[in-house]
């Protein structure tokens, strides 16, 4: 026999198109082309010093007066003289620096680079150093090319020999370097890595450093987490995780804001990857970060939480468990709609779990934030909404959608009909179709018909069916001729009759289910 | 490898001049020689160059015709032939593939526009196959033509880049589609936006040119269109950097008026019009999707857009323009962020005085179609097929402002509602229209929330819609003449039928004589919607959902009601008017009893109406509301006197009969229906005028036609129900007839459960004995059908039928048929079939069948309880205790997701069936068995006294246990107990 618990088991077989949860749940790996421009508030991937940060001895040469041209410098550090190519070098440093239009692509072009890489490997000489690294690290902030220009200079080794520099500045500036070239992509940041420049990064964490030098650290070592195809190695992910758990409880909001970068590149993969992260047990404070009134700090903690939760059941569970539900709302409704946009992702993602993860969305209140933004998001913010109200439908019971239907959803949802999305049109219509075939089991079908029909959804399908793509057309037309055509006939003209026809005519009819003394909802 | 249809034709002046003579005679009005030239045409087409003898001649012929023809013929060859379809030979050789990408483009800009256009089209075909992979060059060949200076060329690219990109507005996003994207906006959104620039400098260059300026805006109206396209997907980052330039010149161009450009013309739109209403579009799009991004321009697209309603007129080649413009401003209100451009007061008010109310306005194109073809404007205004119209995108307007100003709108429009009728009441019969304005204004105002079943189902509360209704609707429908004003009749009437729920039910009785008095008007419209509202009102319903009027209070009228309704068919063009056919019938089941006196004149006007549309029956809701009447006729007065069923049959059967002699297909099925009613109220024996009708039921050809089947199948029911023992001893000839019918349906899966019914009456009804030497062979048709197709739907027929059987027959017999068939065939019956499946049964009567059927194979079937097959016996026991107790199982496997919709029974395009013709629910185990779980409990306890110790130890040692405490409860509640 089987489990009493049927009905459920049933529902959550229906196919949403023949997609079935995982693959609702990656849609964000799956296109990942962008018409748009890259967004703002992601963070830097390369970063440019023009400001003189440190007081340590070492920098404080006498720099004054020192005004050098291009051919001047190009002389000066190709002399054997250490002086000249120190006032060369930071002569260059300071036209790399200046604010505007940094000459990257003269100096480049000058052939500095290979100089400045020996310089690098001048330890009597910690200024001269200094002074290479920095102007190889603004090289390096630069194009593609000009990054590319710096690693093929032979730049890695030497920067990374400088992380065990005792002159901390010059450290700095290394790490600083070696973050710029292993932010341009997978093909360097594997180079730094197999450069063995992890060990040294994570060893200079564990000393007492300024805080500055700190956030250096945390932000190379996000780059260190950061580009796939392919992801960094399994090995330098397992190195890294427990300093990032460890900067993870610090309190200085940058060092915060790149650690929860880190974790969010490194969530952004497979179930394995996902893993991990979670086994290291950050997600309590996670979610504690999600609360923050930093918005460095929320954006990269929301977007980890929200790539975990597009890994397995049980990790969803695990992020459930910490709480993420409970500060969900408060995000939902927040006044950036980015973060708006971010925490339905998330939402949309939880809702494509089993029905215990739907009812832990439902008792934390997330359906009233969920209609307001289906009505008055933006429309990057109403299209993660949909998608959430789309794998609610697909995944809940019977009890779960009735819900759904009471908290207003079907309203916004039938506006919504009229946006300029395909793909969201589409997927409207499937939620509506699903809704009334789990309304016609529970004899509900007429009440609801009504609902739709109230709140202009027949004139709006029924103009859908005249829509250019024929699935849209076809879906329209399917949900008018199941459900809305001459179905007030029934419902007017039977009462005077018995119920039905003949027994046999019942035997191919749907299941009349215990009827619920539902209330219909007026929106 | 290359492959080739077959020989290459020579590109030879000779071969030119063959084609041009085939190509003329393809224009040939005389079929014998324009035939065999097509045919000629197409046995050609698979050689190599010929696509390039087309485009030579589409180019250097000498004669036009020529030219254009070749063009055309081009055009449908690409069509048929590009597409190179999987596992099927490539229709067009690769060189010639080459040639015709390289040469198109070019040709298509140096020809005159009617070849441009066949050109263009098929450029867009070639693209939709080849664009960009293969055909890489394209977009820098159309590029490069925007320097060209040539406007009659840069509109040909861009009539082509239109037809190649609008696909991107209404397909899904995916990565090949966003990668093409992505390519294009590389290569064109640039020069696009230059040309763009350049275009609306020669505007102001030509501004007093007028063929210029034409042929300028035509590029600027396709090159919004591109700007849509090219925007529909995402904001592309480009059209994001260069927002301002685009917005800051739509605006301007939002603003532009040129008198060069107007037009007398008062239908078709112009050229500034259509400009306009794109760029509306496009603000819409940005407004919609990139709200973010737009937010800095959006306040100054309000304003320019609400100026240019203010500035638009009223004639319908505006409409388009003014329609857009409207729901711009409707879909921005309703945000909130927005709310502060509208909630001034004076914006407000001049948002309803200067946009709301004159759109509002019924003008002279609404005044034609409500006198010239009043089908249509019903349509419009009843069944809201006014999507695009001006009034309905000023009451979207209204909706969206009530949504945050539903006070200060409501105010604004109460004094402009009172001045309008000031205006009417100084001179009702020139200011009637200011009337009709009032009255749309109030229903836009008032109506929240609408549907076809209750009208208004939410008003707004500050409109006093009772007050309107007695001071200003009742007042035009109490005037002696019905035919004055049939405007504001059929406004007033309106008005009665959406807000019939908000008014009190007094002043609706008061307005029910009225209406019925409207029925007589000469208006087609008018007295419609009479007829409609009384349809309405009758089926409102009151508390405990009954009607909410009672025949009681319908009695005074009745014979006036009838007469008018029936009067109103045979006013002018509207004869077959559903609305009134439909008031028919509803008035006919709302008033019961009250009509039989008036029978004997109503069928009779029903009957020659049936008569006079069988010869050409063309409104299918009139046909079926009329044969409702018709069954609800038979069922009032036969219910009070079954005996009267012979008046009918003697009124009816003559009509019937023609019907069916003369083949009048839409009619077939209702009149079997009609029939099957008719025969079931016969009491006693079938009548002989039926039984003579008996085997012209079975023939093959009423068959063929599906529609027909669901009608049939009753029909036959009816028979066997009624007549059973006439059938088997004076047309026992007949039952392999009967029986090939139930062949037939059986093996389609459509149609399969029509012949289960078929034969599950065979079996209740017919005498054993008359059926016996078939039930084999039926047994074994049954079985090539779950070997061949199983489904769902036919297991479950299957199902309740074995079921029937077992009843019917004995569990014994059961058994041993099926393992006449085959030995063990049973027990594989009942491990693979009856336990697995039993759980899918639907119906509580289907449910009853197989769980009374099931309890006897447990309990009257002694191999169940020696044999082999004693170890399914408690399976068998649990299975059935799970149908009691456990949900049903719907679920539907997977390969059956798809099956079409056809396929499936509850839709069938072609069967209409007659609610008033359905009969009682049919228990056939009815009298035998009340409750199954107390039948299944004695008959166990009946079956351990036979053989005391068994049963316990079967159910005791692998009966589970959640089903064992449901049976002790049955045993418990039967007083039994298990020996």
Known sequence: MPTLHAPEERLRKFKYRGKDVSMRRQRRIAVSLELRKAKKDEQALKRRNIANFSTDPASEQPTKGVSLTLQEIINGVNTSDPDLCFQATQAARKMLSQEKNPPLKLIVEAGLIPRLVEFLKLSPHPCLQFEAAWALTNIASGTSEQTQAVVEGGAIQPLVELLSSPHMTVCEQAVWALGNIAGDGSEFRDIVISSNAIPHLLALVSSTIPITFLRNITWTLSNLCRNKNPYPCKTAVKQMLPVLSHLLQHQDSEVLSDTCWALSYLTDGCNERIGQVVNTGVLPRLVQLMSSSELNVLTPSLRTIGNIVTGTDYQTQMAIDAGMLNVLPQLLMHPKSSIQKEAAWALSNVAAGPCQHIQRLIACGMLPPLVALLKNGEFKVQKEAVWTVANFTTGGTIDQLIHLVHSGVLEPLVNLLTIQDTKIVIIILDVISFILQAAEKLSEKENLCLLIEEIGGIDKIEALQLHENPQVALTALNIIENHFCEGEESGAILPALDQDNEFLNRLTKKHQGPTTSKQRTKP | ?979
């Open chain 2, 1 to 979: 490898m290359i492959y080739c249809g077959s020989m290459a034709m020579e590109l030879s002046d000779a071969n030119l001049q063959t084609l041009t003579e085939y190509l003329k005679k393809t224009l040939d009005p005389d079929p014998a020689i324009r035939r065999p030239a097509e045919k000629f045409l197409e046995s050609v087409e698979g050689n190599q160059n010929y696509p390039l003898l087309l485009l030579t001649l589409l180019e250097k012929s000498q004669d036009n015709v020529i030219k254009v023809c070749a063009s055309v013929t081009f055009k449908n060859y690409i069509k048929r032939n590009w597409r190179i379809v999987e596992d099927e030979p490539n229709k067009i050789c690769e060189a010639d593939r080459v040639a015709i990408k390289a040469n198109i483009v070019h040709l298509m800009l140096s020809s005159p526009e009617q070849i441009q256009k066949q050109l263009s089209d098929a450029i867009s075909i070639i693209g939709r196959e080849d664009f960009p992979q293969k055909w890489p060059d394209l977009l820098t060949e159309m590029v490069n033509r925007f320097q060209s200076g040539d406007f009659h060329v840069i509109n040909g690219v861009l009539r082509t880049a239109h037809s190649l990109f609008k696909r991107y507005r209404h397909e899904f996003k995916s990565n090949e589609l966003w990668t093409e994207i992505k390519l294009v906006l590389d290569a064109f959104a640039l020069p696009l936006t230059n040309l763009f620039k350049a275009t609306i400098e020669l505007c102001s260059t030509h501004a007093n040119d007028a063929s210029a300026l034409r042929i300028l805006f035509s590029s600027l109206i396709l090159i919004s269109k591109l700007f849509y396209s090219l925007n529909f997907q995402d904001l592309p980052e480009f059209f994001e950097d260069n927002m301002e330039t685009w917005m800051n010149n739509f605006h301007t161009l939002l603003t532009l008026d040129n008198k060069l450009l107007q037009t007398d013309d008062e239908e078709e739109a112009g050229l500034l019009e259509l400009l306009k209403s794109q760029i509306c579009d496009n603000a819409a799009l940005y407004a919609q999707k990139y709200d973010e991004e737009f937010q800095l321009y959006l306040p100054r697209f309000v304003t320019a857009i609400w100026n240019l309603l203010v500035t638009t007129g009223q004639e319908v080649k505006y409409d388009l323009l003014v329609s857009n413009a409207i729901q711009f401003l409707a879909s921005v209100c309703e945000r909130p962020h927005y709310k502060n451009l509208f909630e001034d007061q004076n914006t407000l008010t001049s948002i309803c005085e200067k946009v709301i109310v004159p759109n509002m306005e019924f003008r002279a194109a609404d005044e034609e179609a409500f006198e010239d073809n009043s089908e249509e404007y019903i349509r419009r205004d009843l069944e809201g097929s006014d999507i695009d119209t001006r009034r309905r995108a000023a009451c979207d307007l209204v909706r969206g402002l009530c949504k945050f100003f539903e006070g200060p709108v409501t105010g604004i429009f109460s004094g402009y509602v009172n001045s309008m009728l000031q205006e009417y009441a100084k001179n009702p019969s020139v200011n009637w229209k200011h009337k009709d304005a009032a009255i749309y204004l109030v229903t836009s105002l008032a109506s929240k929330a609408q549907t076809q079943k209750h009208g208004i189902t939410q008003a707004n509360e500050l409109v006093n819609l009772t007050e309107f209704f007695v001071n200003h609707i009742l007042p035009d429908l109490k005037s002696a003449n019905v035919n004055e004003f049939p405007v504001l009749k059929a406004d007033g009437i309106k008005y009665i039928m959406i807000f019939r729920n908000q008014v009190p039910k007094e002043h609706l009785l008061v307005s029910i004589p009225l209406l019925i008095n409207h029925l007589q008007a000469e208006s087609i419209v008018v007295h419609t919607y009479a007829a409609h509202a009384l349809e309405r009102l009758f089926t409102m319903r009151g508390p405990n959902n009954a009607t909410l009027f009672t025949a009681a209070e319908i009695a005074p009228f009745v014979e006036i009601l009838l007469t008018n309704l029936f009067k109103a068919l045979t006013l002018p063009g509207s004869s077959e008017n559903e609305y009134i056919m439909k008031a028919i019938m509803r008035s006919f089941s709302l008033l019961q009893e009250a009509i039989i006196p008036y029978i004997p004149t109503l069928i009779s006007q029903l009957t020659q109406k049936l008569l006079a549309v069988s010869k050409n029956p063309s409104k299918p809701h009139f046909n079926h509301y009329m044969f409702e009447a018709i069954c609800l006729s038979i069922r009032i007065t036969c219910k009070a006197n079954p005996a009267a069923v012979v008046n009918f049959e003697e009124a009816l059967f003559l009509v019937f009969t023609e019907i069916l002699q003369n083949d009048v297909q839409e009619f077939i099925p209702y009149v079997f229906q009609v029939m099957s009613l008719l025969l079931e109220t016969h009491k006693n024996d079938i009548p002989s005028s039926y039984m003579a009708l008996f085997p012209h039921l079975l023939q093959p050809v009423l068959w063929e036609r599906t529609g027909n089947i669901p009608a049939l199948v009753r029909l036959l029911q009816a028979f066997l129900e009624r007549g059973s023992n006439t059938i088997a001893s004076a047309a026992a000839d007949k039952i392999p007839g009967l029986l090939g019918v139930f062949q037939k349906l059986i093996a389609s899966k459509a149609n399969d459960h029509q012949g289960f019914y078929l034969l599950n009456s065979i079996i209740e009804h017919m005498p054993p004995e008359s059926v016996d030497q078939y039930r084999k062979q039926i047994f074994i048709l049954l079985f090539q059908r779950l070997q061949n197709s199983k489904t769902t739907k036919f297991i479950k027929s299957f199902l309740v039928f074995i079921n029937l059987y077992c009843i019917k027959y004995g569990a014994l017999a059961l058994q041993e048929i099926f393992d006449g068939i085959q030995p063990k065939m049973f027990g594989m019956v009942l491990e693979k079939i009856i336990i697995p499946e039993i759980q899918k049964v639907s119906g509580n009567v289907e449910k009853k069948i197989c769980a009374v059927g099931i309890t006897k194979l447990l309990t009257e079937c002694p191999p169940m309880m020696d044999t082999e097959y004693t170890k399914l016996w408690t399976p068998l026991l649990q299975s059935l205790i799970g149908l009691f107790e456990l949900p049903e199982d719907d679920t539907i496997p997977d390969e059956e997701h798809f099956i079409d919709i056809e396929d499936t029974p509850g839709y069938q395009t072609a069967f209409s069936q007659l609610a008033f013709a359905g009969k009682k629910e049919h228990d056939p185990v009815g009298q035998m068995v009340n409750n199954p779980k107390i039948h299944l409990a004695q008959s166990l306890h009946k079956l351990s006294t036979a053989c005391p110790g068994r049963v316990p130890s079967m159910v005791s040692t692998s009966l589970n246990a959640e089903a064992l405490q449901y049976l002790q409860g049955y045993l418990q509640a039967a007083s039994v107990t298990l020996l």
